[in-house]
């Protein structure tokens, strides 16, 4: 029994997704897994750290993430994959050779910069941190020169990942996020209290070599070795070549972050931790829907570059999916942004100010959501029709109006933590838009009585959800009456109403839950019935989805005669 349970593990874990569906799953199901975890992560931070510490944490990983994003991540994200891939088919030993020369190249170019890093990271983080005290900074520069080492561990694994899902085995790369995880947490767990913020600090170093550990086995057994030689080939020069647009698309986001830094600095302390939160809680609905159906879409649209008809057909209806199922999570986010963060971070030492603070960065990113998924789709369009300097161009103007509206926003206009987030969702809006518009230039022009109908449908079911979520809110909360905190305070002869029999005290955690839960349960209701009543299409297609699996336990098969192109999983970032 026991090697029949060993062995079906193995098979899971080792056998490759051969169909887009079956990696889609993997990356949804990993996705979604990483992120909340990712939430339990900041929440056992919460516990154990003020925000004014996190912050240097939080702040400890910007020269480290900015050289890991720069150097490795850029290169393997668009260039590495393909590359490998299509050597892998010709030659293996080939293959491996590239990889093996890779990790060399990768990691010593790391360790050059990366000494260079550390030894001025004094001076380094006085300027893109200058609010932060001599004392605070300090505190960053040295956690910042432990970190640099589980980034080295990175540029290694992350080969690894590209090799692995190379050869179509995505289950592992996808596990490996979780281990990074949960070295943070156990790091925490156990250390905190001896340790102070070197025990997170050391968590991650951990969580790395995880992260490596956990995919090493897999990539030998394929037939990964690591070889102390550099060979540089045509195919390594093609991967450098290839890789040169992301790298500076990759250049400029990481100088956009840097500005983040810098900016929440100035506004104070705790201000890093309030946007990084903030962040934490956006980013699980864009991984989850945005960049999951954006993969999975990928390769129809490829197999579709030469029929525009068609092309057009498939990117529009992703296109419009991907909106009916962000839009009314963005409108969750922007009601429920206060029980929200009580839930997740809501400590002893994680104060009201703190809670509303990220609340209020929730909902500014919150309304950029729908922009950041869409963008997802709208640029794989454009590398479906071997187009990848557009898209690029366009990612770097809209991180230059990102930049000016961060410092409009805040050193002009005095806007707190939330500012910045603002100004993240207007770069991600002009992206969206701008994006939309050259690759409407590609499409078949072709006269439609629909336009943006469906969207707008979509939009007015959210205004119904997110009214009704937000009365009911008012309504079962019973600080609200009692602080008069909303209109209904000031409804003449709600003081003879007897709400202590209806509302709930959500200063209790049990309270806040459950109440949550119902006006979340109410505004999806609301949501899904308006779409019926409106015929929304993306709501029948949902519910021939649910028929196909739930009931008739079956789905729609990829074509097998058709070749498919499987990218890269969505991976975290490699901060907490």
């Known amino acids: 029994m026991v090697n029949k349970i060993f062995s079906k593990s193995k098979k899971i874990l080792f056998s490759t997704q051969s169909s887009v569906l079956s990696a889609a799953t993997v990356i949804m199901v990993m ?5 909340v975890l990712g939430l339990v992560r900041q929440r056992v931070l919460a516990h154990f750290f003020t925000p004014n510490e996190l912050s240097l944490f939080f702040a400890a990983f910007r020269l480290p993430d900015l050289v890991f994003e720069v150097l490795v991540f850029g290169t393997f994200s668009s260039a590495f994959i393909p590359v490998f891939a299509n050597v892998l088919k010709k030659s293996e030993k080939s293959a491996w050779e590239i990889a093996s020369t890779v990790v060399n190249l990768g990691f010593t170019i790391f360790l050059i910069v990366g000494v260079v ?8 983080y006085g300027f893109v941190a200058p609010g932060f005290s001599e004392e605070g900074r300090s505190v960053i520069v040295r956690l910042a020169r432990i970190l640099f080492a589980a980034q080295g561990f990175f540029v290694i694994s992350y080969v690894l990942t590209a090799v692995l899902e190379s050869s179509r085995r995505f289950l592992i790369p996808a596990i490996a996020p979780l281990f990074y995880n949960l070295g943070i947490i156990l790091g925490t767990l156990f250390g905190a209290r001896e340790l102070g913020l070197l025990a997170p600090t050391i968590g991650v170093v951990i969580g790395a070599c995880l992260h490596l550990a956990i995919q090493l086995p897999l990539a030998i057994k394929l037939g990964f070795r690591f070889r102390p030689k550099v060979r540089i080939t045509p195919d390594v020069k093609k991967i450098g070549k290839l890789a040169l647009p992301r790298i500076v698309e990759v250049s400029f986001l990481q100088v956009s972050k840097s500005v983040e830094l810098f900016l929440s600095s100035l506004i104070s302390t705790a201000s890093y931790t309030y946007l990084y939160f903030g962040n934490t809680i956006q980013l699980l609905p864009v991984g989850l829907f945005g960049t999951s159906i954006a993969k999975a879409a990928l390769p129809t649209l490829s197999r579709q570059a030469d029929s525009p008809i068609e092309f057009r057909r498939t990117l529009l209806s992703a296109l419009r999916q991907i909106i009916f199922l962000v839009a009314p999570i963005a409108t969750l986010l922007i009601v429920l942004r206060i029980p929200l963060v009580r839930l997740i971070f809501g400590t002893d030492i994680f104060s009201w100010e703190a809670t509303v603070q990220t ?11 729908v922009f ?13 029709l071997h187009d990848t300097k557009t898209p690029v161009v366009i990612s770097l103007f809209s991180i230059i109006v990102q ?7 805040v050193r002009v206009y005095g806007l707190p933590a ?5 100004a993240f969702s207007l770069g991600s809006l002009i992206h969206a ?8 230039k590609r499409l078949v022009k072709r006269e439609s009585k629909e336009g943006f109908k469906p969207i707008l449908k979509m939009l007015l079911a959210c205004v119904g959800e997110g009214g009704v979520m937000y009365f009911l809110l008012k309504i079962f909360d019973k600080s609200v009456w009692i602080k008069r905190l909303s209109f209904l305070g000031s409804i003449e002869g709600v003081s003879t109403i007897p709400f202590e029999r209806f509302v709930l005290d959500t200063r209790y955690t049990v309270n806040l839950l459950v109440l949550t839960l119902f006006v979340i349960s109410a505004g999806a209701l609301t949501y899904l019935g308006l779409s019926l009543i409106l015929k929304t299409k993306e709501m029948w297609d949902l519910i021939d989805l649910v028929k196909r699996v739930f009931v008739k336990r079956m789905v729609s098969p990829v074509p097998s005669k058709e070749p498919e192109t499987l990218t890269p999983r969505p991976t975290d970032s490699n901060s907490p």
């Open 31 to 35: 996705v979604v897994a990483s992120r």
């Open 433 to 440: 838009v701008l994006l939309f518009l050259f690759i409407r």
């Open 117 to 124: 890093a550390v030894f001025f990271a004094d001076s380094l």
């Open 418 to 422: 939330w500012g910045l987030a603002a």
């Open 359 to 369: 609340g209020m960065v929730v909902s500014a990113f919150a309304v950029g959501i």
């Open 403 to 409: 930049i000016a509206a961060a410092f409009l926003f």
């Open 372 to 384: 950041q998924s869409v963008t997802m789709l709208l640029a794989r369009a454009f590398y479906a």
